[in-house]
């Protein structure tokens, strides 16, 4: 076991860990097995859901409790459950599917249905990057797609995604900006690159309130975490050392403790190999 001083290393996944065909490199593996190797802590803190990243993640001695979207939820793999969850009350949601409606962007809404699964609800998709999430989601990832007209009155709901046109996708934001308990995400959608993806969850949900969470239960000292994107600012901003790799976004690599290499060329794991001596 590792021991209460020392560090526990945050992985954002997507333009971090990952590589761009978004998968695990063998060099990558290979110090990840060393990290466990030496009982170094270690885990992930990312937007994606427990579904989307669980089959990348299998394997790679991550034993630890996880971050997913953006800190909606804190997976225990121990447990088999969700060990911490904030959710969006009715009338917040009612206000984003109004936004999504309005601007013509189909909603698909995360519930939780059990302490450790969850469903999506959906409106009609309207093109062919909607039909595409949807397919992503069902197919691939295991999670239930219904109509959202059959979105049960007592859902919890983790967060609310949409991909669309940066224009409606803008748009969408500035609506629920009111909105007090609401922070939303967005950027470059990974289905077209002329698109952009949009999730909204609740204000106290974020990977810097994760990663104090995680520090808490694990009882470590210290946060050395890693990330490319506007989501991991928070977490950049409660840790102790925040490291960017050199594809990530401007003014991420502005608020990091250093700037490392990039995420095609290892460049997470060839830090990893020198900052520990692996």
């Known amino acids: 076991m590792y021991n209460a001083d020392m560090e526990l290393v945050v992985f954002d996944l997507d333009g971090t860990l990952l590589n761009s065909r978004s998968v695990i490199s063998d060099f990558t593996r290979e110090t990840l097995a060393k990290l466990a190797q030496r009982n ?10 427990l579904h989307a990243s669980r089959d990348i993640i299998a394997g790679h001695g991550f034993a630890l409790p996880q971050a997913y979207k953006n800190g909606v939820v804190i997976w225990d793999p121990t447990a088999g459950a969700f060990s911490h969850h904030n959710v969006l009350t009715h009338s917040e949601t009612a206000h984003v599917m109004q936004a999504c409606e309005q601007e013509r962007v189909t909603p698909f809404v995360f519930t939780m249905v059990s302490n450790n699964d969850h469903a999506i609800y959906h409106a009609e998709p309207k093109n062919a990057a909607e039909n595409y999430v949807i397919n992503e989601y069902s197919l691939k990832r295991g999670l239930v797609a219904h109509p959202i007209e059959q979105l049960p009155t007592d859902a919890r709901i983790c967060n609310i995604s949409a991909v669309g046109d940066t224009g409606s996708i803008k748009a969408i934001t500035d609506i629920v900006a009111d909105e007090p308990h609401l922070v939303a995400y967005w950027g470059v959608a990974m289905e ?7 999730d909204i969850h609740h204000s106290d949900a974020s990977k810097g309130s994760a990663v104090v ?21 928070s977490m950049f901003e ?26 095609d060329e290892d460049g997470i794991a060839r830090f990893l190999r020198e900052r520990f001596s692996l």
């Open 192 to 198: 077209d690159k002329h698109l952009s993806w949009l």
């Open 213 to 233: 969470t995680l520090k808490d239960i694990l009882g470590v000292e210290r946060i050395v975490c890693f990330g490319d994107s506007d989501n991991d600012l």
């Open 238 to 263: 409660r840790a102790d050392e925040s490291y960017a790799p050199q594809n990530a976004k401007e003014y991420v690599k502005d608020k990091a403790t250093a700037v490392i290499g990039h995420n």
């Open 40 to 49: 170094i802590a270690y885990t992930v803190a990312t937007g994606r859901t």
